[in-house]
């Protein structure tokens, strides 16, 4: 029987070192907040320099992380609204490539700005937007959602999401809508597998 996706990831952490990379300020906020609450499946021990980073691409993360000594193999997580950029173990140098266990990445696509419109439950909302706006000039997004139409213009300013989600059990119940307002690719994860299921505010 196939593994459920947390159970999957679970299995590619085990007890190796995690470098945690996120795309962006949100994204970053969020990871931390739920390490704080004890929200996810791993804890600030678990990480590379004890929290999340931002490096995202290989070449700089390998110069700036990859010359200190490690005692377990690391994994890297990346949490990301993009499938398309790539990060692979073979850009490394033939050491370090032995020094990497594996690669996660974990989508929040199309964007971050999904987990706010799922928390203000303006999902349907949301899709009306974007019907409305196909046609026009550019790609309707999540973003542009939340500053046109919910006047939210710092909708990823750490500020504003740590005061919005003050209460960890309302991100993490965002998370959780999300999941099912989203489809989910063959092998693809997404931030609800990060959750730790015995988590209580």
Known sequence: MKKDPRSQIQEVLGDNLIACICEGGAEDTYIRMLLENNALIFDKSQLLEGEPIRERRIKSF???YMGKRFSKKLV????????GEQFKISQLSKVNQQRVADVVNVHTRPEIEMILICAMDKVEDYHRYVARKKGGSGTPKPSGYCREILGIRDCKRPVFLEQYFADPEKLVEAIRKYRQKTSRDSNEFLLTDLLNPDFCS
């Open 76 to 83: 890297i997580l990346r949490i990301l609204d993009s499938r």
């Open 62 to 64: 390998e110069k700036k």
